[in-house]
């Protein structure tokens, strides 16, 4: 076996043999279960590393096991793998940091950081999974070990949002199982393909690849938060905020939005989903979720369920870029998988520091909380502005990829669906920085429990948002420099449609 | 003397020393225990090389005489009994407690592993009525060891109904040897010709094994019996007893009654299995108590394994038909060792909390992680989520009913699987609650450690490493 075909399975292991011992570190054992988390974390990232040289060469790394006759487990690296692989990754390290530090005094930790490791296993499985076989199989051991988290608090509330996700999730696994199965039978072995895997040979089975399609896109579409599948993701706010974090940026949702991803480009190729008529579908989905995500988010008092339904709408971006045909909106689809992430867990990062520190949960309690937190203030900004899509942060780039694509596939009406969401993002979004900035301070806050000392919290809490919020004026900034995500987003575009 | 012989002797004479010296019972049960493991798996390794074994003792051939024989099935069957009754027997000796009647237990349990290896290798349907017979015997008066008067009429009514199977499946033998003259599989198979004796036959023969194996509507026995017994009977009872009768089944109408296995009769076992998955899951959701929900878990796991038979009547022979048959031994294999790791885990946290009350079970799953994470792999094997070999297993079974056009199985195995995570996560959702943080995972190892390994055989051994299956069920052996 060559060094090649290890280094997917390396990958995969690094966080998920630590993550399996970190499961029998005794609760008190701090020091150990920092060690096991982060040497984790910084392998992973290392080995990342070589593998985005390697592919951007064209190296092939593939690891292949074989469950049954017919039946590979295939872990293989493409430059779209590389993408999430690469994005969940660094997010991983960046939100360890940040749960070690907000979890600091809670209970049951080793269970917590167990599941969380086990949860970037999957879904680094589900960045490398190298056909549907593998990919559902990453996809339900994700539902697996996310559910633990979001029940982690123990209370009616959050068992009750756990049982709520899980319902949603297991609902979704089932249709994917039974498209991904149904596919198998009529196919053969679905392997990803640059370019698609169906070819026009298929299309006698016109009728069954259509229902098939669907069948896909709703079990996706229920991690993605497709409406009317979201349901789950504002009732799982009850879970801690870097789970949450986990949740919106690195993980899960984005499990969804990359699975849709996979199954346009890889599965059914993006010429052929388009001349079944089936873009135009996922287009109008993914349409009509912007648009109400951003509707539903104006009138959230409760900040972290303000940026749920923010979530909803943002992770369409992706889904839609997926839905026009054209290298250009497939540049800014792809590009947004990584710079949602980076912007909304800075988002989050930084409504955990606020409930943690002052035990501000809700928008009207954010009164003047700039001048008391002007750090954390300022990252929120950051992140919020970059969801409007003001440059130079890196949402812009993802909406100006996806307008000019917009207008290159003659689709002038997502032109008016971008510039809806825009201001209904400013609408949510402002009104926030304007209370946190502008508004007169209150005498007390609801909760202080971190007083101010040299910083304004403590330190694993306030670095890790920090940092995000820098990636994003980076994302923006350095857009055209080599190795950036919309760099990167380029290659797997010219690589997609063969130019 | 030879392996096969070897593999029913060593426990029946295991169980005769445990027997003969109850002050020794434990060691002398344990030795055996592992004796045995040891005789079965060296079958399992000989099939594994020759395809298939014959023996003869006391050197009476067919037609009359007593043969045994091994092929891939038996050897799996085999080697999933050994190690599932291997770990349990390790459990059971941590479990009981002084006056908790642990001499009884050595014999019996010995005498079960006897009868169990004896169904999995018996050549002639006679000797396979001695066995069953036997089986049933163990299995009602290991039941009743607990001595509660609940687990006492249960294990009575369990007794009764195994009679009454046997009984039916003894006329059927009797049928079959006045119309054929032997009563050896291979040669009543040759003589087979289809008509009303050997339709009667087949008919009363699977009607008793059925009862024998829960198979809905005959399941009613099964959950009080399965969940009053003591936790190490309870999970040999689920994983390994209901899969002999099961196995016969499946041994007779792939086997012996080819020529008569229509696509109705196929259709009608598929068609009470899938009641059985939806009945099953249904009760088990709707089950107060983590045993009988395990139990009624079994009756919807059992339901699983019927609905193959209908897609095996619609593949004709060839590497399809060898991956259905795969897949079946393979659900069949992940549930003996999920169901198993299951109700062991199941006893650890009735011992702990003294009830087995779901809803009042919180505390206990809190300070038990080890036991509880046994009850989550052992769940995701039964909800037949990946990794587990019952993923794979579904997988097929589906690829199957797409391929024959059979569609509605699938139905009926996305219902069950829906109410699977439904009920076990019932269960699971207890865990996450505002108890005290346990100091350690594994409380006690001797109990908890069986328990776990089963559980997580069924996930990560059957669902990643289940390739060497496939060879053992070739017909001319692996090697």
């Known amino acids: 076996m060559s060094l090649d075909s290890l280094l997917p399975a390396s990958i995969l292991l690094s966080s998920l043999l630590p993550g399996a011992f970190i499961f029998l570190v005794p609760e008190e054992n701090h020091l150990l279960r920092g060690v096991l988390n982060m040497s984790g974390a910084l392998l992973k990232l290392l080995l990342v590393g070589v593998m985005i040289w390697g592919v951007f060469h064209g190296h092939v790394y593939e690891t292949r096991l074989t469950l049954a006759p017919g039946l590979d487990l295939v872990l293989h690296a493409d430059a779209l793998s590389v993408l999430f692989v690469t994005l969940s990754s660094v997010l991983w390290l960046v939100t360890t940091i940040y749960a070690i530090g907000y979890l600091e005094h809670s209970p049951n930790r080793s269970r917590f950081f167990g599941f969380f490791s086990l949860c970037v296993s999957a879904t680094v499985g589900i960045a490398l999974a190298g056909n549907l076989l593998s990919f559902v199989i990453f996809y339900e051991i994700l539902t697996l070990a996310t559910y633990p988290l979001v029940a982690h608090r123990g209370t009616p509330e959050a068992t009750r949002g756990a049982r709520v996700y899980l319902a949603y999730t297991m609902a979704g696994g089932a249709l994917l199982l039974v498209g991904a199965v149904w596919l198998r039978a009529l196919t053969g072995p679905v392997d990803f393909v640059q370019g698609g895997m169906l070819t026009g040979l298929h299309l006698e089975h016109q009728g069954q690849l259509i229902a098939i399609f669907l069948l896909l896109i709703a079990g996706l579409g229920v991690k993605a938060a497709l409406v009317p599948l979201h349901g789950w993701l504002p009732q799982s706010m009850v879970a801690p905020a870097p789970v949450s974090s986990l949740l919106h940026a690195v993980a899960v949702v984005k499990a969804g939005a990359f699975g849709i991803v996979r199954v346009v480009y890889d599965v059914y190729g993006v010429q052929l989903a388009a001349s079944l008529g089936l873009l135009s579908v996922l287009g109008i989905l993914a349409s009509g979720t912007i648009l109400y995500g951003s509707i539903k988010a104006l009138s959230q008092d409760g900040l972290k369920k303000r940026l749920a339904y923010s979530t909803v709408s943002q992770v369409s971006y992706i889904a839609l870029g997926a839905s026009i045909l054209g290298p250009v909106a497939t540049i800014g689809g792809l590009v947004h998988l990584v710079h949602q992430g980076i912007m909304k867990i800075t988002l989050f990062f930084c409504a955990g520091n606020y409930a943690e520190t002052l035990g501000i949960h809700r928008v009207s309690e954010m009164n003047g909380v700039g001048r008391r937190m002007p750090w954390t203030t300022l990252a929120f900004s950051v992140g919020a502005l970059g969801m409007i899509g003001i440059p130079p942060i890196a949402g812009f780039v993802s909406k100006w990829y996806l307008g000019l694509g917009a207008v290159a596939a003659e689709a002038h009406w997502v032109l008016l669906i971008l510039a809806a969401s825009s201001l209904l993002n400013a609408a949510y979004f402002l009104p926030i920085l304007y209370r946190a900035w502008f508004c007169p301070t209150p005498e007390t806050w609801p909760e202080e429990q971190i007083p101010p000392r040299r910083l304004e919290t403590s330190g694993a809490l306030l670095w890790p948002p920090l940092i995000t919020a820098a990636f994003c004026l980076l994302a923006g900034l350095l857009a055209a420099a080599p190795f950036s995500p919309l760099e990167w987003a380029e290659l797997i575009a010219r690589r997609e449609y063969g130019l | ?479």
Request: contains cysteine; positive net charge.
């Open chain 2, 1 to 479: 003397m030879d392996s096969l012989a070897l593999a029913i002797g060593v426990p029946l004479i295991a169980a005769l020393a445990a027997a003969a010296f109850p002050a020794r019972a434990q060691a002398l049960g344990l030795a055996g225990a592992l004796a045995t493991t040891v005789a079965s798996l060296q079958v399992t390794a000989l099939v594994w090389q020759q395809g298939s074994l014959r023996s003869e003792p006391g050197g009476w051939g067919a037609p009359l005489g007593l043969a045994l024989q091994a092929d891939g099935l038996s050897a799996a069957l085999i080697a999933m009994t050994a190690l599932v009754a291997l770990a349990t027997a390790i459990y059971a000796s941590g479990y009981f407690r002084p006056g908790n009647r642990p001499r009884e237990f050595w014999p019996l349990w010995l005498l079960l592993w006897t009868a169990l290896n004896g169904t999995f290798l018996a050549a002639d349907l006679f000797n396979l009525y001695v066995n069953m017979e036997l089986l049933g015997l163990a299995a009602a008066a290991l039941g009743a060891l607990g001595g509660q008067p609940a687990a006492v009429a249960a294990s009575l009514r369990y007794l009764l109904i195994g009679l009454l199977g046997s009984m039916t499946y003894l006329l059927g033998v009797a049928l079959v040897y006045t119309a054929y003259g032997t009563l050896d599989m291979d040669l009543v198979a040759a003589a087979l010709r289809p008509g009303p004796v050997a339709g009667t036959a087949m008919v009363l023969m699977t009607g008793g094994l059925a009862l024998k194996a829960a198979l809905f509507p005959l399941h009613f026995w099964l959950p009080p019996a399965h969940a009053n017994a003591t936790a190490p009977v309870s999970a040999a009872l689920s994983a390994l007893v209901v899969k002999a009768a099961f196995y016969l089944v499946l041994r007779l109408w792939l086997d012996v009654f080819t020529p008569l296995v229509t696509p109705a009769a196929a259709h009608l076992i598929g068609l009470l299995g899938a009641a059985a998955v939806v009945w099953g899951s249904w009760r088990a959701l709707r089950a107060e108590r983590l045993k009988l929900l395990a139990a009624y878990s079994t009756v919807a796991q059992i339901g699983y394994l019927c609905l193959f038979f209908p897609l095996l009547q619609a593949t004709p022979p060839g590497t399809a038909r060898e991956d259905l048959l795969a897949a079946l031994v393979l659900m069949a294999l992940t549930h003996g060792f999920a169901k198993s790791g299951l109700f062991l885990a199941a006893g650890l946290v009735q011992q702990s909390a003294g009830h087995d009350r779901i809803k009042e079970l919180g505390g206990t799953a809190q300070h038990l992680p080890a036991t509880t994470f046994s009850i989550a792999l052992a769940g995701t094997a039964l909800i037949g989520l990946p990794p587990s070999g019952s993923f794979i297993g579904k997988w097929l079974l589906m690829t199957s009913a797409v391929q024959t056009g059979q569609w509605w199985w699938i139905a009926a195995v996305m219902t069950g699987t829906l109410l699977a995570a439904a009920y076990v996560f019932r269960v699971l959702g207890q865990a996450f609650n505002l108890e005290p943080t346990p100091r350690r995972f594994l409380t006690q190892g001797r109990t908890e450690l069986p328990a776990l390994l089963l559980a997580l055989t069924s996930v990560a051994v059957l669902g990643l490493a289940a390739r060497p299956l496939w060879q053992l069920l070739q017909p001319g052996g692996a090697a």
